[in-house]
T-cell receptor, first 114, second 112 residues
Framework: NAGVTQTPKFQVLKTGQSMTLQCAQD?????MSWYRQDPGMGLRLIHY???????DQGEVPNGYNVSRSTTEDFPLRLLSAAPSQTSVYFC?????????????FGPGTRLTVL | SQKIEQNSEALNIQEGKTATLTCNYT??????LQWYRQDPGRGPVFLLL?????KEKRKERLKVTFDTTLKQSLFHITASQPADSATYLC???????????FGTGTRLKVLA
């Protein structure tokens, strides 16, 4: 199993540009989520999904869109990038909604918005 | 307001000693608390989960305690090794939902 994969690893955008961060998992996990990690702030939940076709907002959803058309993929879209979105983005997945389940994290995407 | 606090200062210890990391929280009533390890440039890796009705959980050289009265979890690494050097994150569930709230992490450095 490849686990959770994310592309790209690094990205530089100009203010106002849009892009999609890709996330895929091959473990047949129902739950997937997106976090951002900033210095001194810890991981903050952006959006999450409990299964194909179902998504919900996390702690910091503004400026981001998600969709979940398949169990495997959970892309994160930045509609109009802002410097405040400069961060490291992590995708995670787990089997179910039970809080006992381990979250498996991807390697991250480092995004810089100029 | 709700808050999770981990010591933001790096913890340096000598190889072979026991490292103890602290996770304090306020205005939460978590049913579960997890600890993760994160190496530079990589995603977090799950280590241990402890439930609110469990006082202590062990896995090899790792031990976690959970005191819901003090609102605190302690994470211990016994016989620490340089390979244990990393940032350690605690995370707790928010009101029994899937939404986990993470602390900012404590950087541990084990000196040979």
């Amino acid at each position: 199993n490849a686990g959770v994969t994310q592309t790209p690893k690094f990205q530089v955008l100009k203010t106002g540009q849009s892009m999609t961060l890709q996330c895929a998992q091959d473990m047949n996990h129902e739950y997937m989520s997106w976090y951002r990690q900033d210095p001194g702030m810890g991981l903050r939940l952006i959006h999450y999904s409990v299964g194909a076709g179902i998504t919900d907002q996390g702690e910091v959803p503004n400026g981001y869109n998600v969709s979940r058309s398949t169990t495997e993929d959970f892309p994160l879209r930045l509609l109009s990038a802002a410097p405040s979105q400069t961060s490291v983005y992590f995708c995670a997945s787990s089997y179910s909604d039970r809080s006992t389940d381990t979250q498996y994290f991807g390697p991250g995407t480092r995004l810089t918005v100029l | 307001s709700q808050k999770i606090e981990q010591n933001s200062e790096a913890l340096n210890i000598q190889e072979g000693k026991t490292a103890t990391l602290t996770c304090n929280y306020t205005n939460y009533s978590p049913a579960y608390l997890q600890w993760y390890r994160q190496d530079p440039g990589r995603g977090p890796v799950f280590l241990l989960l402890i439930r609110e009705n469990e006082k202590e959980k062990r896995k090899e050289r790792l031990k976690v305690t959970f005191d819901t009265t003090l609102k605190q979890s302690l994470f211990h690494i016994t016989a620490s090794q340089p390979a244990d050097s990393a940032t350690y994150l605690c995370a707790l569930d928010s009101s029994g939902t899937y939404k986990y709230i993470f602390g900012t992490g404590t950087r541990l450095k084990v000196l040979a």
